[in-house]
């Protein structure tokens, strides 16, 4: 977001809530203005939303939590969350099922929430959709374990993902990494 789409945003709100997700990626124009507006007689009631710790403000050199500014945060009420359980996993993925009409195995489900567990709960319901299609394919009516693992083999999530790049990055026509450890030293 730039400082002329929050003012933009923040002028159009009357008194209400303003959601901002990923609020670390806002610079420190942006935190100044939101500060200001938050000082109106009309300010919303300001949500932010991130999934950063202790991180560079934008447009800055200062690290602060949630990479917000620390005069802005002392403003704030802030939620603590914590990770899903394994029952809450389950019914989630149980729920997306059921949205997008894919009929799948307990066998299955188990696998998917461990799946949901061990990466992430994104990746485990993008599996869902690709999952069905591969049990469409072979004319089943309900997803197996196959199927969920089919999928699972073919499409990588993110740790999975940078562990291949790494081994592979030899293998890549560019490649950023062998071109930092050739290039010499610069020494001023």
Do not use: W
Not at 16 to 30: K, P, Q, S, T
């Amino acid at each position: 977001l730039t400082k002329e789409k929050v003012q933009a945003v923040v002028s159009t709100q009357s008194t209400g809530v303003l959601f901002v997700d990923e609020v670390h990626m806002l610079d420190i124009e942006c935190f100044s203005y939101l500060n200001r507006a938050l000082e109106h007689d009309m300010a919303p009631v300001l949500i932010m939303a991130t999934n950063r710790g202790i991180t560079k403000i934008r447009g800055t050199s200062y690290v602060s939590p949630h990479g917000i500014p620390i005069d802005l945060l002392d403003r704030l009420l802030i939620i603590a969350t914590t990770p899903y359980t394994e029952r809450d996993t389950k019914q989630i993925l149980s729920i997306r099922c059921e949205e997008e009409d894919v009929e799948m195995s307990e066998e299955a489900m188990l696998v998917l929430t461990k799946i949901g567990r061990e990466t992430s709960l994104r990746y485990a319901i993008q599996l869902i959709t690709c999952a069905n299609l591969v049990c469409r394919k072979r004319n089943g009516t309900e997803v197996s374990v196959d199927d969920i693992k089919r999928v699972y083999s073919l499409f990588l999530d993110e740790t999975r993902s940078s562990q291949y790049l790494k081994e592979y990055q030899q293998e890549f026509m560019f490649n950023e990494v062998n071109e930092k450890a050739d290039r010499p030293m610069e020494v001023s």
